[in-house]
């Protein structure tokens, strides 16, 4: 019996935190919905903003403190201004001076800095004169200020600057590639992170510099599709790891390879490809997007819709899309971001499914992405 209740308040434990819930704007106060539509915390707030980590900034009376997934106060409404929470830290400003607390409100002590950064994946950047180093969530120096310029962390990884020339480091600090070249790329990706020597475009792959015949210009690896794309001569096209042209330069315009399939421009017209370079979906619409994990993508003609990996229209195109944030979702992707993507119509802001409902049948004055806490 022991063992049962122990494994039941396990799964209470993981399934309160597990929820995700998004800020709505209704009436002109700020509430909370689950993915079911329905209010957790209802529309009471004048000014709030999205969950993170389990806990949302609040302002009551001009100042801000955080309420948890309850809605009830977790830290009082003390501080003149307040950022999201990430990596079990939030930045507050009280007295003019910033400071990182916890859930608590205990204050973290943390080394002399010139200026106060956000925690992201378990470091924060520290300022000392011109140079930047990294401090980790215990308050203790990570990696010494060394470095002129430290890009944000994306997945762990963070492009670097000494003088003129980029490299990248990990979260402990580490250098996984050389300060040695004029550009890199701000993702990292085990096919590879494209670079720029000199002149001369390539994809930086197992400690190898690539080099990608005629390139003038290289993106992101996305995925794990192991294809980016690259321009020659003002077309574009697909490399691999190597560096090597799998798909020749011959489209205006391109985005990532996801679920098999990229969008691509054909004069002012845009399909999606596989691969092979075989058109998949006719080229038919003013614009298209990347295709979400689950098989969606934002397609374009006077306004915005979704299609399946099919080219079903699924959403019509009636819509405005909007980029997710950064902070919460680790890139800017358009679209789904998980289950639902965040509309626009003419009768306010809502969320689609994958079936191309409308959540609860409703629209909202304003409404965020969901987050999971």
């Keep these: ?65 955080f309420i948890n997934t309850k809605g009830e106060w977790a830290i009082e409404p003390t501080y003149d201004r307040v950022k999201y929470f990430n990596s079990g830290y939030a930045l507050v400003l009280k007295d003019d001076r910033w400071r990182y607390i916890d859930p608590s409100g205990n204050e973290l002590e943390v080394p002399s800095t010139e200026k106060f950064y956000d925690f992201e994946g378990g470091v924060a950047f520290i300022r000392q004169g011109d140079k930047i180093g990294l401090i980790g969530t215990d308050g203790k120096m990570v990696l010494e200020p060394t470095y002129d310029e430290i890009k944000s962390f994306r997945d762990g990884y963070a ?45 930086i792959h197992n400690g190898s510099f690539n080099v990608i015949d005629g390139a003038d210009k290289v993106w992101n690896f996305h995925g794990n599709s192991g294809l980016t794309y690259a321009r020659k001569d003002k077309m574009t096209g697909f490399v691999n790891s190597n560096g090597e042209w799998v798909i020749q330069p011959i489209y205006k315009k391109a985005r990532a390879f996801s679920n098999g399939l990229a969008p691509v421009a054909e004069n002012k017209e845009w399909g999606f490809i596989d691969k092979q370079g075989k058109t998949v979906i006719d080229f038919q619409y003013r614009d298209a997007e990347v295709f979400s994990e689950n098989g969606m993508a934002p397609v374009k003609d006077k306004d915005w819709g979704f299609i399946d990996t099919s080219g079903n229209l699924i959403i019509p195109m009636d819509y405005d899309i909007t980029a997710g944030f950064a902070f919460l979702s680790g890139d800017n992707d358009k679209g789904f971001l998980g289950d639902f993507a965040r509309l626009k119509s003419k009768e306010g802001w809502g969320f689609f499914n994958t079936k191309g409902e409308l959540l609860g049948n409703k629209w909202y004055q304003n409404a965020e992405p969901f987050v999971k806490n």
Excluded: C, H
């Design 1 to 65: 019996m022991k063992r049962i209740l122990t494994l039941l308040s396990t799964f209470t434990f993981v399934f309160s935190f597990a929820q995700e819930l998004a800020l709505v704007r209704e009436n002109d106060l700020f509430g909370y919905i689950n993915t079911s539509g329905e209010y957790t915390i209802e529309p009471q707030f004048e000014t709030a903003k999205s969950f993170s980590e389990g806990y949302a900034p609040i302002e009551k009376d001009k100042m801000w403190g």
């Design 159 to 203: 492009k670097v600057r000494k003088g003129e020339l980029w490299g990248m480091i990990n979260n402990q600090g580490e250098v996984v590639i050389p300060v040695e070249y004029e550009e890199i790329g701000n993702t990292w990706n085990k096919a590879g992170v494209y670079g720029k020597k000199g002149d001369t475009f390539g994809i």
